[in-house]
């Protein structure tokens, strides 16, 4: 499996979805750019559901957005041009968002096309992916960029949910995700390809999936998972740090092992937790 966007990923997808509701999360306090106020925060949690959608929105050209943009928990979807909802590659997002922007209180329904792509640091807080397209969201900012999703979930990403491929850090907290293939991928063969971060805390992961995070340790990457609560998997199939080498041909990229290191995969056994 490749996660190329530059040009677009290779991944070959599935076509069939299950249909399920999805679980919650717990609180989480951090500080710097992913602190916000709680009371500001639609959270996932066993005993609630997603939000209700206050109205829908056909789309049928990307939205820019700079600054910042309370969708109010309006349903958005792809339409026209935008009406791709499985692999198809090369889909343009449903958001693009500007360095600095942020994207709240939105819920991206059927079709999800490209879901939302940050073209430098972000923030996307309390935003829901019913029903993931090609990515939920794909991360493009430099090595400085700081990319911070804050609540909100995805659900039936036949692919990957968060694609990195520029540089910088994602931080991703207090989110759900169910019925997937891979949370987050480190472009594997970009043609520009940089050192990642990644960190995942307080994450509620539903089966079915396959992996949680894949990174390139020929490329320095680092994922550390956190307060990880994984449902349904009882045989721990879903793979909690892949490990790859990366490239910058587009070729398919090789495997390299998985599982706790002190240096590329960073948790232990005590950070997951299997319900």
Not at 24 to 42: D, I, K, R, Y
Not at 112 to 120: L, P, R
Not at 213 to 232: M, S
Request: net charge positive.
């Amino acid at each position: 499996m490749t996660s190329r966007v530059e040009p677009r990923a290779r991944h070959r997808r599935r076509t069939d979805r299950k249909r399920a509701l999805i679980g919650g999360v717990s609180a989480l306090t951090l500080t710097g750019a992913a602190m916000f106020t709680s009371t500001m925060l639609s959270t996932a949690s066993a005993a609630t559901t997603w939000p209700t959608a206050t109205g829908s929105e056909a789309v049928s050209s990307t939205i820019a957005v700079s600054g910042t943009r309370d969708g109010g928990y309006k349903r958005y979807y792809g339409s026209g041009e935008l009406a791709g909802d499985g692999q198809e590659e090369g889909q343009d997002p449903i958001f693009q968002l500007a360095d600095g922007a942020t994207l709240k209180n939105v819920i991206i329904g059927a079709p999800g096309a490209d879901g939302v792509h940050c073209q430098g640091s972000c923030t996307l807080q309390n935003v829901w992916w019913e029903d993931v397209g090609e990515d939920a969201a794909t991360f493009k900012g430099g090595n400085s960029a700081v990319y911070t999703v804050y609540g909100g979930g995805a659900k039936k990403a036949a692919d990957k949910v968060f694609q990195h491929n520029g540089g910088g850090k994602l931080v991703v907290s207090k989110f759900a995700v169910q019925d997937f293939k891979t949370l987050y991928r480190s472009c594997g063969n970009c043609s520009t390809q940089y050192k990642r971060t990644s960190i995942f805390n307080t994450v509620e992961v539903t089966a079915p999936g396959s992996r949680l995070v894949g990174i390139n340790t020929n490329y320095g990457d680092t994922a550390a998972l956190r307060n990880i609560t994984v449902v349904g998997d009882s045989s721990k199939k879903i793979v909690p740090c892949q490990k790859y080498i990366g490239n910058n041909t587009g070729a398919e990229p090789t495997t390299n092992g998985s599982g706790p290191d002190a240096t590329y995969c960073d948790y232990t056994a005590s950070d997951i937790t299997y319900q």
